[in-house]
């Protein structure tokens, strides 16, 4: 049973999702006394809402410090799902199967970017490409990336709250509204009238962030991006997606935005209009620009781990290991620079 009666910590953890129960086990690993707070069930907003691709989608539009991130997470995922699996029982299912690229009017920057990673970006035929997705109705010949994975990030989330409430020194505490006030040399955290003692609290809150942070008047840019995706249900699973919205946290999955969804999905793949549709959910990206996410110390005992916009489960092994390398003082797997937060216009 999650405990409700919260114990001083050396580690105060705001949001269960991915991120967040991925950064208090590496913290618990390394010897700290956490607790993980949310305000629902842990790894049930953007965690369970996104399409689970190893891989930023068009990885040569980001930074170098996105692909850094993504390049240490791909190598990570394999050794970290099969613990998740050991540990649990609880199968995140990572598939090797690879991604079509059709975004070919970028084929120069996509080789560019992918020339000095090995097989990243492969140029293929056209009966390649139809051998690899026969359904798919292709205007142009994509660009073939063989090595990305794709995980059921739903059973992700599943395995990483079994690990959160059977590790020793982990607490997650669910269903707890949280509030932090005072400042940011030194935040205060309580929930349900009762005041939490930490030496350091981490904010993984995804797209509340930003809304935390103003609190605190620390001017952030980090928001919520709303989007929406189908489930079309043949003899697999068929996720189509998704949109990209600016609307603040209206949560309800829309008419208009099933309409253009479900129009793009038989243009591509005529085959799914003998489909069964089986769902439409929303969820909130934590928007930020360009998508680099904030990654370190705010004040010595405020922490961030959050913004990683539309890559958030293919940067989470890298993000929590290198947020907890910066807390334990040692050497960080990258060079934090890039992801330091910073107070914004």
């Known amino acids: 049973m999650v405990q409700t009666k919260t114990s001083p910590c050396d580690v105060l953890i705001i949001g269960a999702g991915v991120m967040g129960m991925l950064s208090a086990w590496e913290l618990a690993e390394a010897g700290q006394r956490v607790v993980i707070l949310d305000k629902g069930q842990a790894g049930l907003e953007a965690s369970w809402a996104g399409g689970g691709i190893i891989s930023p989608l068009y990885p040569w539009r980001y930074a170098p410090a996105i692909t850094a991130l993504a390049t240490w997470s791909q190598n990570a995922f394999p050794d970290l799902i099969a613990r998740l699996r050991d540990l649990t029982g609880i199968d995140p299912e990572l598939l090797s199967n690879g991604m079509l690229v059709t975004a070919t009017h970028e084929r120069e920057d996509a080789l560019a970017w992918g020339a000095g990673l090995r097989q990243a970006v492969v140029e293929i035929t056209d009966d390649e490409a139809r051998a690899l997705e026969p359904n798919v109705q292709l205007d142009e010949t994509p660009l073939w990336m063989p090595g990305v994975s794709s995980v059921r990030n739903p059973r992700m989330g599943q395995a990483l709250r079994q690990i959160c409430l059977h590790h020793p020194r982990i ?14 040399e030194s935040p205060q955290v309580s929930s349900r009238g009762e005041q939490l003692i930490a030496d350091r609290v981490v904010l993984t809150t995804g797209a509340w962030t930003g809304g935390l942070l103003s609190g605190l008047d620390l001017a952030c840019p980090i928001k919520p991006m709303k989007g929406q995706m189908l489930l ?20 309800t999955p829309n ?15 005529p085959a799914l209009q003998d489909v069964d549709l089986e769902a439409q959910w929303a969820g909130f ?49 990258v060079d934090p620079t890039p992801y330091q937060p910073r107070n914004t216009p």
């Open 171 to 184: 607490q997650l505490i669910e269903h707890h509204e949280v509030q932090v006030v005072g400042g940011l």
């Open 232 to 251: 079309f249900s043949p003899c697999g699973l068929i996720v189509f997606g998704s949109t990209l919205e600016d609307v603040g946290f209206q949560r």
């Open 255 to 269: 008419r208009e935005a099933f309409e253009t969804l479900y129009a793009s999905a038989l243009a591509m793949i």
């Open 285 to 333: 990206r934590p928007g930020s620009p360009e998508g680099m996410p904030w990654i370190g110390s705010i004040s010595e005992r405020l922490w961030v781990n959050s913004g990683h916009f539309r890559n958030g489960v293919v940067l989470s092994p890298a993000s929590s290991r290198l947020l907890c390398d910066l807390m334990m003082d040692r050497t960080p797997i």
